[in-house]
């Protein structure tokens, strides 16, 4: 449970991508509202990234 959640956020993001939400509005309209299905960049980290072939040592 997220405080959030009494507060008018029943689908909670992050920060610059979450607004709350209106009354009978659905409950992940404010994530990214007014704007399609994006990513903001906050967990991009989790995305696995493939070294370099010019990194990557042979034994």
């Not at 959030?4 to 009354?23: A, R």
């Not at 007014?34 to 990194?55: D, M, N």
Request: aromatic share 8%; glycine share 14%; proline share 10%.
């Amino acid at each position: 449970y997220n405080p959030l959640m009494d507060q008018g956020y029943p689908s909670v993001g992050c920060w610059p991508c979450t607004k709350q939400v209106g009354e009978g509005e659905d409950e992940r309209a404010g994530r990214w509202a007014g704007q399609g299905k994006a990513e903001c960049g906050i967990h991009t980290f989790l995305q696995p990234i493939e070294p370099s072939p010019e990194v990557v040592e042979t034994k």
